[in-house]
């Protein structure tokens, strides 16, 4: 049981890892002028919430434009 629990934190931590190199694109310090007490968890809760509102905007403007030519 100890060693899936270390395969799993292992895994975690790379998945960490990942999040950090591939979606982070704003350091961590500039929201902590915004917020002090901020943690690695709320962050990357931030940053994906972030992304996930950049991709929405960024459907609807398509939407929008594909909307208006076929018109």
Request: overall charge positive; some cysteine; glycine content about 2%.
């Amino acid at each position: 049981m100890e060693r899936i629990q270390n395969i799993m934190q292992k895994d975690w931590e790379k998945f960490q890892e990942f999040l950090i190199k591939i979606f982070i694109f704003i350091p961590k310090n500039r929201f902590e002028n915004i917020v002090p007490k901020l943690t690695d968890t709320n962050y990357y809760i931030m940053m994906c919430g972030i992304w996930l509102v950049i991709i929405v905007f960024i459907w609807f403007v398509l939407w929008i434009t594909f909307k208006i030519l076929s018109w």
